[in-house]
């Protein structure tokens, strides 16, 4: 159990310092300068740019040695400080991603979870015979292949611009603002359909699949034959397939987790929908690198603590992973 | 002396397997058509033929951009890039694969250990963002460029099952009679495993191609792609930013978008397919 | 399984609402549509500041809607227009006396007076603030009675001190004197108290709320009323999505570049523009060619006479913006500069495209095709190949970049167009190691002075940090003297300027530092779904310019709100 564990936390904790490091790195390397940017956007007179230049090396911090820098940078990490964003100066950028994050989380989870569901007890399905697995199968693959964002312009054409059934842009009507009633939850709602059934359409494909082709493996294994041999019904043979394949499914969540955010990130910007994938596209459209960063640290640091609960989860639910533990010490 | 018999079989197999024909087929045909294309049309993709926002017509196969040029000719030469990405990144992306699988299924012990943790370091990471800060921060990106990026974060895919299979080869009667026969390991390799392993390397390099693909179009998309030349996703980019789908110029944002499914699609359905002939168990169903 | 999965999604939702709805609770959470006037087009990004000095970061509206200014300018018919002023003259040669008007409130209903414009002004001597280079010749400022000040000049820059008069915002003594230095350069000001036609709201992610301020002190003193109750203005998030709020009238005033909408106005959309044909809009600013004097061939004057006949610019208008732009005149002048252009000048040196010349300029002075490519080399025979650089993204730059380089490869010029990010393209500019580049920072403003400090900046060893324009750093003493000539010269000498502004074109002209290409437009498309009365260049509707973009109100698109009429709907 240390073992398995103390491998997972060396992993993880490898690949923070790596990527904290990558991130903070990156912006030094660039031509030119935050600031340049800065007073670019200003239109300011010249002379007075020339004082504002040296007032906002000195408010960023750039005029430090770099060592000083990456220190300073950990430093503000531990603080769960990211710095402030240029683009929305004086913002600080950890304000600036709470205020996205909520909507990530409206979007993704639900996503995730029910296509999760869904794929898997159609993938079963396809699995029961060659008739459903010949139909439900190519279609998934089908799915599978579709890119995230080439189905969200399909359906902001198709149920927005064409048939005028749901509003395509944004989390909510413009003329609101958010508060407890129905009719701003109405407006999230109807905000939320589309970029919703775009990640899932996709993702749900991608399970069935695999749900598909794990139970197959399954029904093939000894165990099943045995059992079948025994006489006991097929429905019981095939719901003892099925939860062992539920568990490489949960590893291949957390595998997948890396690919999905970048599905969100195409499918956010299709939508204007404000999550963090959209903020990223903004930091990058506005050149504000300090966002940009904060930004992609605060997903990768999602991603990782999401692979180590569902790590967890996995031990608590497999009792091989157990057993296997007890015999290795 | 396995062999020929062997590969008879799997062609008996390929010639029965719809999924794998109509697969192949649909891919040939776009390569094809990314071969021919540019060659039979008159323009460039940036060239600026038509008035405007034109939808199909007989003159233009997919009607024009809101800047007046060609679709078509910009599809093709999109198709082009497309499957370059996909071969250069996806081909790459397996090589290396193979390397550090193979590695890690043959030596074992701590290259395993070591390469084992290589793998799972880069597969966590969501490639997409590190992507996004590196690429965003450079000047001139190209589309070996690209490629490379992609091949650098897909090879983990490659390289776990890879291993997998090498394990299980390893410890197969042939290998051993082959190492007590005194052969070289080299020779091993290359004689005894790799030819048992040749569908699955198709079978993984398949997958890669098709990965690089979406991966390249979502790069694109976004605005990170080659600042030069034309790809299927910066089509999708451009027409999201000239308001194709607010000004009703489908001909514009589907094409590049279908063709990708379809070619992707295609690319797993024929791997599906290849599974089926190789691997005698999955027949059945 | 199950059990897990629902609690998660319960979970997950409950989070995400109240992730959404814990944003700071609003008054009114509902805006009725036909007291509202959406606006959009100026904000980049969810609104995060209202420090009026802070430019480039500050809300729509933060000066224009809440904080004012001395004057308004008028750049079409060249007027200023008293506002918290009441007169301004030059007593003396350098002496500037301001006339405040009675009865001014702030919305906080505390008066605004003389100590309130002497206290702003005064900021930018104590801290570093985006005006404070105006104290290098601005000696004091003297409280001569409750309404008069006196400025004292070190010497007098007339041109430039006008600029002041309709760009300063006056914030209140009595809240920005007790706030730290740092926090009036460079904090965010949320909340602002100002004197203006709006009040602060509220704002989210998506918008920022003004409200109407009943209180404004302009209904009893200029008998002016501004229509709209709400003005909201939307975050761009793209320009396809402004383009569709505006098209189903969900946005009534729009500023961003949208191409397509020269035929949009023709599909039945309640659309309207300034102009009801080309160019539909009023220019704002000129896109130049910076040319790198530094580097060969550039350096060779032949060189660039050739490159300015050989640069198609009829093509990138009809083209590139369907008509929606128009091609500069030979100076770079805005047309609302016309009466500055010195027309014998211009017909005797101005160019225009013209191929076969461009290849005649090019054969004489020694460029010839040696090794037969289609191109030119240089005259010791190296290859010649020119990058234009513009930011990536920029599509219709991007495409302009595009015909330039076809166009002048007709001519045997080999030009390469490229698009680095918009960080590298600004360095390069910035640094001198570009060879050619698009940029269109000189914009309206109520002196040509402006435009002829930008093409000759003389601070060529600054130019990395201020920005100040003459990337391709030409060298020209007399040039730099005749532009701080014109900046000491009396707005109202208006022959004088010419004399002054004359000589400058010869040199332009002459030596060709920088080519102008076209103006870009006031891009400005309205819907008149629920709000009619637009400005118009038809006669007999008002002349304001319809544009929320960064020191505009002050350049009248304030005295548009007070024009706009509510559509009845049915």
Redesign the interface.
Known sequence: MRRYFG?KL???A??FI??VT??WA??R????NPV??????????????????S?YMK?FGLNVPIWRQYLNFWIALFHGDLGV?L?????PVMK?IK?????D???L??AI??S??AGNKFGAYA?RS?WL?NTI??LA??L????????G??L??LC???LHLLPF????S????????W???WS?LQHWILPFASLFIVQFGGWAIGMRNMI?YEL?ADYSHYLEALGAPRKLVRSYAFHNA?LPQITGLA?Q???I???A??TE??F?Y?GIG?L???A????D?FL??GS?LF??IG??LA?FLIDLAYVLVDPRTRVGMQGEE | MAQPRKQNEALYFMRRNAKLQIGVAIVFLFIILALVGPLITKYQPRDYVAPGAQPPSSEFWFGTTSFGEDVFTQFVYGLRSTFLVGMVGGGLGTLIGILIGFTAGYRGGIADEVLNMLTNIVLVVPSLVVLLIVAAYLEVRGLVFESVYIALFSWPWAARAIRAQTFSLRSRDFVDLGRLSGMKPLKIIFTEIAPNMMSYLLLTFILQFGGAILTAATLDFIGLGPTEGMSLGLMMNNATTYSAIMLHMWWWFIPPGLAIMAIVGSLYITNVGLDEVFNPKLREM | MRRVVSILLVLALLTGVLGVTSVAAAATTEFPRSQTLYTGGKQWGPPSNWNPFMTGNYATGTIGLCYETLFLYDPLTAKFTPWLASSGKWTNSTTYRLVLRPGLTWSDGKALTVDDVKFTIELGKKTTLNFSSLWSWLTSITKVNSTTLDFKFKTALYQEWDNYLYNLPIVPQHIWGTKSLTDVATGANDKPVGSGAYLYNTYDQTKMVWEKNVNWWATKALKLSVAPKYIIDLVNTSNENSLGLVLQGQEDLNNNYLPGISTLLTGGYALHTYYPSAPYNIAANTAWLDINLQKKPMSDLAFRKALAYGINVADIVSRDYNNMVQASDPTGLLPMWNKYVDQAVVKKLGITYNPAKAKQVLAAAGYKDVNHDGYVENKDGTKIALKLIVPNGWSDWMAAAQMISKSAKTVGIKIVASYPDFNGYLDARLKGTFDLAIDNQANVSNSPWTYYHFIFYDQLKDIPTTQGGNYGRYNNKTAFALVTQLDKTKTTDLAAMKAVISKLQTIQLTDLPMIPLWYNGMWAQMSTTYWTNWPSSVAGKNHNLPVTWNGYWNMTAILMLTQLKAVKQP
């Open positions: 491998r060396l992993i993880y490898i690949t790596l990527a990558v991130d990156i912006p390397f660039m031509p030119g340049e940017i800065l007073i670019a956007r200003a239109g300011l007179k010249a002379e007075s740019a020339k004082l504002i230049y007032y408010a964003s683009w929305l100066f004086p913002q600036i205020q996205a994050v909520p909507y989380i409206l979007l989870v639900p979870l029910l999760w569901l699995a060659k697995d199968s190519p693959y089908i599978q292949a579709t890119p995230y964002m080439w189905l312009m399909l902001a054409w927005g611009v064409r842009s944004g989390a909510y413009n003329a609101m603002m958010p508060s407890f009633s009719s701003f939850v999230l197959i093939e539920l595998l987790l890396g690919a955010v970048g599905g990130l195409a910007i299709v204007s404000p959209f990223i596209l903004q990058i459209q506005n050149h690198y940009l960063q992609c997903i990768i991603v990782l692979n």
